[in-house]
């Protein structure tokens, strides 16, 4: 069965700081794992993807995420945060490469000026 | 691109009463996907369609729910009768071939008294 775990449903960070958002994932077979981002009052937008190319990915707005196999990871990063980064955060994957994705449960950004 | 469009996006109704959520998906996509949004449940999938046809609606919660694609271009979700329980955000998505590339609309926020 395929799951992601989001550690950490609220992050806080310092406008400038490193932001790492973290998130596990568990899959049978060698899976398509996504960020998504969530604006207030918005749908939910794909930040970046990964289907089994570069272990790293580069998404939008700066965002990156490395693939780690062997600690079943996919943590998303951003060098520098900026106050429009503040939203909410999900990790999904997906075994089949089909569209059906399962989501974590989120992670919620703060930018602190 | 005009994007996913949702209606309506606040509904208000009481218990007992019918409500229908619909969604026109971007013009040549060929997956539909229905989402509902909780705090206590986050993001659940409840059906996908692809070329009209459900595949998956395991996600469904009760007879209550049910979901058409009559065509292409227009899907709908309807809750009867709807229950308090029911109030969430519900999404619908859509996406064309490349894996787990979903496109959200902006949700319709229901709220049953």
């Known amino acids: 069965a395929q799951s992601v775990t989001q550690l950490g449903s609220h992050v806080s960070v310092s406008e400038g700081a490193l932001v790492l958002l973290r998130c596990n994932y568990s899959?049978?077979?060698?899976?398509?794992l996504f960020w998504y981002v969530q604006y207030p009052n918005q749908g939910l937008q794909l930040l970046l993807k990964y289907t089994s190319a570069a272990t790293l990915v580069k998404g939008i707005n700066g965002f990156e995420a490395e693939f780690k196999k062997s600690e079943t990871s996919f943590h998303l990063t951003k060098p520098s945060a900026h106050m429009s980064d503040a939203a909410e955060y999900f990790c999904?994957?997906?075994?089949?490469?089909?569209?059906?994705?399962?989501f974590g449960t989120g992670t919620r950004l703060t930018v602190i000026p | 691109d005009a994007g996913v469009i949702q209606s309506p996006r606040h509904e208000v109704t009481e218990m007992g009463q019918e409500v229908t959520l619909r969604c026109k998906p971007i013009s040549g996509h060929n997956s539909l996907f229905w989402y509902r949004q909780t705090m206590m449940r986050g993001l659940e999938l409840l059906i996908y369609?692809?070329?009209?046809?459900?595949?998956?609606d395991s996600g469904m919660p009760e007879d209550r729910f049910s979901a058409k694609m009559p065509n292409a271009s227009f899907s709908t979700l309807k809750i009867q009768p709807s229950e308090p329980r029911d109030s969430a955000v519900y999404f619908c998505?859509?996406?064309?071939?490349?894996?787990?590339?979903?496109?959200f609309g902006e949700g319709s926020r229901l709220t049953v008294l």
């Open positions: 998505a859509s996406s064309s071939v490349a894996p787990g590339e979903l496109f």
């Open positions: 899959s049978s077979v060698p899976p398509y």
């Open positions: 999904a994957v997906s075994e089949d490469g089909a569209n059906n994705l399962f």
């Open positions: 369609f692809n070329n009209n046809v459900p595949i998956d």
